[in-house]
């Protein structure tokens, strides 16, 4: 089983493949769509865990009033 990726090892897999998209031009459409597609589907993860953290804080600060 694949070890879950922390969220600076998923931000540092997004650079890359931003950094690969902006300067490798000889990507093939099909590459260059896939690379797209894995970085949607990163930014969506690292948002989802940027949220329940926001909503832990939210949280830990109501209770502590």
Avoid at 22 to 29: G, Q, R, S, Y
Avoid at 31 to 42: F, N, P, R, V
Avoid at 43 to 55: A, F, R, S, T
Wanted: glycine share 2%.
């Amino acid at each position: 089983m694949e070890k879950k990726k922390t969220f600076e090892e998923k931000q540092a897999e997004l650079e890359k493949i931003v950094d690969r998209l902006d300067k490798d031009k000889d990507l093939t459409l099909d590459e260059t769509t896939a690379l797209y597609t894995q970085g949607k589907k990163i930014i969506k993860e690292l948002n989802e865990e940027l949220n329940k953290l926001k909503d832990s804080i939210s949280n830990e600060i109501i209770l502590d009033k």
